[in-house]
């Protein structure tokens, strides 16, 4: 059988998990980024991967996506690996990658249009959804504009408007809120989950706890490149202690509340404050 051709997510029906990573980890150096790392995202999920700056989400986010190749460990994507099927695997993923990897000499149509095609599509579906998508990500007025130009705002709709054009049916994204103004923000988070509505599943990183806490139901959170936490929001919770996450008695402990508690300890040494700030 041809498994480039092969649609991973027919021939993976019987495996209900999206994502899975299996004793993952990342070398650079003599520096271990991310540490022996194993989780698994259930088919139509919606996942929030936490952590704080440097613990590991992004180098995380790369070898799940086939952008970097592991040290050791193992990824499956709708049960297969990007060893056996790369190519027919990557046609059912969508990718904001941290650095966004726009081709900045183009306009916004252009590189729509050029993504669409490398995704397989005809030109047709791809006109019509180049202009759809610069129309709901509110870029239609833009298209004269060389991407180098664009605003970091606009670049970040662009990269997701490029990382859904083939409708992917597991979307990765590496901060996609970051930069991106109230309006489109609320857009954005109907238009994700209209697609977890739809059987998608979609792994997101972001340092805004209450997106998050709103858009995921499961969660997992990496310090340090070690996974500390895993599961649903009620099973973290269930796991910290109010009283140590300093949350309200009666009330139930927010996401951030709850990330704090378990990312916080040793950081009160650091000081909260720098005496010659006036
Ligand atoms: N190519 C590289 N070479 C050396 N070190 C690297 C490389 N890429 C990442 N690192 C290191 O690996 C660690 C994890 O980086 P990573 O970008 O995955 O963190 P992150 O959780 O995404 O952080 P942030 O929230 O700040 O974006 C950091 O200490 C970073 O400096």
Redesign the pocket.
């Known amino acids: 059988m041809d498994v480039e051709n092969e649609d991973p997510s027919e021939s993976g029906r019987l495996n209900d998990k999206a994502i899975s990573c299996q004793r993952l980890t990342r070398c650079?150096?003599t520096?271990t980024?991310?540490n022996d790392v194993s989780f698994s995202v259930a088919r139509g999920q919606f996942f929030g991967f936490l952590?704080?700056?440097?613990?590991?989400?992004?180098?995380?986010i790369k070898m799940l996506t086939g952008l970097l190749e592991p040290t050791s460990g193992q990824v499956q994507i709708l049960g297969r690996d990007f060893g056996a099927s790369a190519l027919a695997l990557k046609r059912q993923i969508g990718v904001v990658p941290?650095g966004m990897a726009l081709l900045g000499r183009l306009t916004a149509p252009e590189y729509l249009r050029f993504v669409g095609r490398m995704y397989g599509l005809d030109q047709e579906t791809t006109s019509r959804r180049t202009e759809e998508l610069l129309e709901f990500m509110s870029l239609a007025n833009e298209s004269k504009k060389l991407i180098t130009d664009f605003s970091h705002g606009m670049q970040k709709k662009l990269a997701l408007a490029a990382a859904v054009i083939h409708g992917p049916k597991v979307l990765f994204l590496d901060?996609p809120f970051e930069g991106v103004d109230a309006l489109a923000s609320g857009t954005l988070k109907a238009m994700l989950q209209g697609m977890i509505h739809r059987g998608v599943t979609i792994f997101l990183?972001s340092?805004v706890l209450e997106i998050v806490e709103r858009l995921c139901s499961h969660v997992a959170i990496?310090h340090k490149?070690r996974l500390v936490a895993h599961g649903s929001l009620d099973e973290l919770r269930a796991g910290v202690s109010p009283h140590s996450a300093g949350g309200a008695a009666s009330g139930k402990l927010t996401l951030e509340e709850m990330f704090l508690s378990i990312v916080g300890a040793g950081h009160e040494s650091v000081p909260q404050e720098l005496s010659w700030l006036a």
Do not use: L
Not at 51 to 60: L, V
């Open positions: 650079f150096g520096f980024a991310v952590g704080p700056n440097g613990a590991g989400k992004s180098t995380t941290e901060e990183t340092h990496i490149g």
